[in-house]
């Protein structure tokens, strides 16, 4: 019971972090576009470190398996994490074409699927490790941060007030409570399967690191900003690393 109501404090954590879009109004859009590529280069860091350090060693600790016959389900998480993104770029674009109010809506739609799969991830970390479920959790925060930022940004110039924005953008994010919920409820069911699981969301975090993340990275060309992201990068990595060495 105790692992549930952490991972339900988890997902809850997750899900206030939607109200990152009001530094928007408070700081204004200049300062939090220069502090997003650090909270960005932090996100890769801890995504990466919770990928290949965590997940994936446990995911194969568990199974018993080789990582050679379990290669799959990470390219597998990597291909239909990128098949999703796709596929949301489509109809983002369709909307665009149309009338805004329906771009909105697929937006909110996009963050609901977004943030149940986070809400997944987070109840299967749990499942198999308290210490984990924290971990992965952190890392989803580094990389929701600017995620709800430009998120809130884009609901603006869809057509919604900031109050309306803000109160959106967080119901939504409830959506990782709903996806805790849904993951516990089946946790009987899952647990046979939470070492492929666990190898999916390894690859899940790895597109979004490599394929979403770093790109963004490489929009600032100066030699001190890159010495920064590069520094950020390294402490996202060390923080989720050096406590699995403390607290096997």
Avoid: C
């Avoid at 990389?143 to 924005?165: M, T």
């Amino acid at each position: 019971m105790n692992v549930f109501f952490s991972a339900l404090g988890a997902a809850l954590a997750e899900s206030i972090i939607s109200f990152s879009g009001a530094a928007l109004i408070i700081f204004g859009e200049e300062k939090m576009k220069r502090l997003a590529h650090f909270t960005v280069s932090f996100a890769v860091g801890a995504l990466l470190g919770v990928s290949l350090f965590e997940l994936i060693p446990e995911a194969l600790a568990s199974s018993g398996k080789t990582f050679e016959s379990l290669a799959i389900f990470i390219f597998g998480g990597i291909f239909l994490f990128f098949v999703l993104e796709k596929f949301f770029i489509w109809y983002h674009h369709h909307g665009e074409e149309s009338e805004v109010s329906s771009y909105t809506r697929l937006i909110l739609w996009g963050d609901f699927l977004h943030n149940t799969i986070d809400g997944v991830i987070i109840g299967l970390a749990f499942l198999t490790d308290v210490r984990l479920g924290f971990l992965t959790t952190a890392a989803i925060i580094f990389h929701e941060i600017p995620q709800e930022i430009s998120d809130f940004g884009v609901l603006i110039h869809g057509g919604l007030d900031k109050k309306k924005a803000l109160l959106y953008n967080f119901l939504i994010s409830l959506s990782t409570i709903f996806g805790v919920l849904l993951t516990f409820a089946l946790g009987d069911l899952l647990r046979p399967f939470l070492p492929y699981a666990l190898l999916v969301a390894a690859g899940n975090f790895i597109y979004i690191a490599v394929a979403d993340l770093m790109p963004e990275l490489h929009e600032s060309s100066s030699f001190r900003h890159g010495i920064s992201q590069i520094a950020f990068i390294i402490l996202g990595a060390i923080l989720v690393i050096v406590p699995g060495f403390f607290f096997e």
